[in-house]
């Protein structure tokens, strides 16, 4: 499992976002088409018929950003050492995207969550926008494209790759 951009890459599977874990909302990326995934949302779309796909409301990683989340941890660690039964504020849910699936019977918008905690940085947020307008260009650019990252997916070890090579492997996927 890693997170390359706003696609989370999992067993071959493509998401825009995290993963969904049960009821959660989430957006798959298969070789036919976007998949709504989750309980309050529901949808299939073929790419022959997405004209376009977009994505709001993202997390930018900014200094500010990254010095309040490791703030909120410190304050919690204290808070959780003097008072041990208190809820702790790390169970917030994380932001949530939205992506914009416009096809020939009309626009339609659809959740999921964000995967980086801290936010994306602007260089990926770019390049996973080209990557989700390439996606738009026919089924057998999308498929190509999912199957080159699906690829790298199963053959991946480790975590998520470090914020150089991800913008790498997104250039690369954009072409």
């Known amino acids: 499992m890693a997170m390359v951009g706003l696609f ?4 071959g599977d493509v998401y825009v976002g995290a993963k969904p874990s049960g009821l959660a909302p989430g957006v798959r990326l298969s070789p036919d088409g976007v998949v709504a995934l989750g309980d309050k949302q529901s949808g299939r779309f073929p790419w022959e018929d997405v004209r376009t796909l977009t994505v709001a409301d ?13 703030t909120e941890l410190a304050l919690d660690t204290v808070v959780n050492m003097v008072m041990p039964t208190s809820p ?3 169970g917030d849910a994380p932001a949530m995207l939205t992506i914009g699936v416009e096809t020939r019977e009309g626009d339609h918008e659809l ?3 964000a995967a980086a905690a801290v936010g994306y940085s602007p260089a990926e947020l770019d390049l996973s926008r ?3 307008s390439r996606l738009t260009k ?4 999308a498929a190509t494209t999912l199957a ?6 199963r053959t991946w070890e480790g975590g998520s790759p470090g914020g150089t090579e991800r913008e790498s492997l997104l250039r690369k996927w954009v072409g």
């Not at 989370?8 to 067993?11: F, M, N, S, T």
């Not at 026919?138 to 650019?141: C, F, K, L, N």
């Open 130 to 132: 080209a990557l989700l």
């Open 111 to 113: 959740s999921a969550y």
């Open 88 to 90: 702790s504020r790390l």
């Open 8 to 11: 989370w890459i999992a067993e």
């Open 58 to 70: 993202v997390p930018v990683k900014t200094l500010k950003r990254q010095v309040g989340v490791a």
């Open 148 to 153: 080159a990252m699906a690829e790298w997916g």
């Open 138 to 141: 026919g089924r057998q650019e």
